[in-house]
Structures are given as C-alpha cells and as structure tokens.
C-alpha cells in the first residue's frame, strides 16, 4: 500500500484505467471487424515515426502519431485497390515503419535511453501528458460510442450492408483507423510496440466467451482489461519483471481461466 503514495505508481493506475477503456471501446472494434493483422502492422509502423522524432528532436510521441495515422490510412487505402492485397499492403508500412525506425534511431547523435520504452513498454515511465493524451482519447472513444453505435456495429459486421444503408461506411473506416493508431501510439509507453496489439485483443477476447453483443462486449472488456493490468504490475513489483510483458502475461492466464471455467460450467449443465 505505500507504492500507493508515489506519483508514478498513481501514474501508473490512471493510465491503466484510461487504457482499458479506450482499449476496450477500440479493441472491440477491431476484433469484431477483424482488423488485427492491420492494427499490428500499424503498430510496428508508428516506430518509424519515432525514428524520426528522435532523428530530428521531435516529441517521439508525437511523430509517431503523425505516421501511424499516414500508415493507417495508407494500408487501408492500398487494401482497397484492385492491383494490391490487403496483406502485401501491410507488409510494405509494417517494414517501412521498422527500417525507418532503425536508421533514424542508429543515425540520431548522442544516446536514447527511451527508447527501448517504446519497445517493450513501462507502464511506471507513463508521464502527466501521456495521461492527458490517453484521457482525450478514451472521453473521444466514449462520446463516438454512444452517439454512432449503431453505425458502427453495421460497419464492424456488415460493410456491404452498412452501405446499402447509406451510410458513409469510406468515411467511417478512415477515421476508425486514424483512431485505431493514435490508440496505439497512446498506449505505446504502457506495453510497447512489441505488446501494444494484445491489449486491444486479448481482453476482447476473453469478453467474447461470454457474449457476442457488440455493445455488452465493448463493456465487458473495459474490466477484464483493467484487472490484467493490476495483475501485470503486482507481478512485476513481485517478481521484478517488465512491467509491459506483465500485463500481458496476466491478461492471457484471466483469458485461459475465463475459457476453463465457461467449459467446465458448459460440461456441469450437459452432465
């Protein structure tokens, strides 16, 4: 309980809260419309522009959110065209990102001891403006959620449908992607760049086994995400391990309990 009188720790809890609701609202979307894969070549794009802002002095976080967005727009403007895959568009950002990354990081003058921060994470670096970043995002994800549900579900599920609706689905798919990597940007001092994509899955997942509702999913995954962070940061203050590797870890064993427990309650009410 006396971590509990530290800034970074109280840092460290709001962010994880801030975190699991913008990741939960998110997160749903993009298990719903199987966007994974996408989201995680954007993921290790962003580096790229973190690259960059260390090359030229630039806030990393900052850079890194103005390329993920270009990638993000970018692979989905490239998975839409006829000469081009969806998967041979993500490649091409997700090595962009990476090699561009690289060569800023090795040119940049002088030492960057933040940097591995962004790979592999540490929720206890999570600065004031990190947290205000995460809470205009998590208030955005919030007041797009309750004023555009439906719209959005019909995309998530039915593209060809939504537009048969006539509903802006282009539209739509552009700013969820811009929003999907400014999530990850924001959530990149938490987990990493190697790590950010599970925690917009895993506890989506985990939600999933107990509903298939959008909107009872989107909410179900907002806890089961908080709660893997608590554990994550106990077991790294316990065991002195990464904190983003943690979090991780810890979400899949809530993930592998959740599915134990809903198939032995499944073979209780068969037997």
Known sequence: MSLLSYAFFQHALLGSLLASLLCGLVGTYIVTRRLV???GGVTHASFGGIGLGVYFGL????????????SACGIQ???????????????????????????????????TPELPSY???????????DLWL???????A???????LRPLVSVAFD????????????????????FIALTIVACLRMVGIVLVISLLTIPQVTANLFTHSFKHMALLSVPIGYAGCLGGLWLSFRCNVPSGASIIFVSILIYLACKAIK???FSYIAG
């Open 37 to 39: 894969f996408i989201s």
């Open 119 to 129: 790979l592999f994470g540490n929720i206890l670096t999570v600065t004031p403006s």
């Open 77 to 111: 403007w490239f998975s839409h065209r006829r000469d081009m895959r969806e998967d041979s568009a993500i490649a091409i950002f997700w090595t962009l990102g990476m090699s561009v990354g690289i060569i800023c990081s090795f040119l940049a003058p002088g030492f």
């Open 263 to 265: 198939r032995m309650f």
């Open 134 to 140: 995460l809470a205009a995002l998590a208030a955005i």
């Open 159 to 178: 593209a060809e449908f939504a537009r048969s609706q006539r509903l802006p689905v282009t539209l739509i798919e552009y700013l969820m992607m811009a």
């Open 142 to 148: 919030v007041v797009a959620f309750l004023l555009f």
């Open 59 to 70: 806030p990393p976080i900052l850079s890194a959110a103005v390329f993920a967005v270009l």
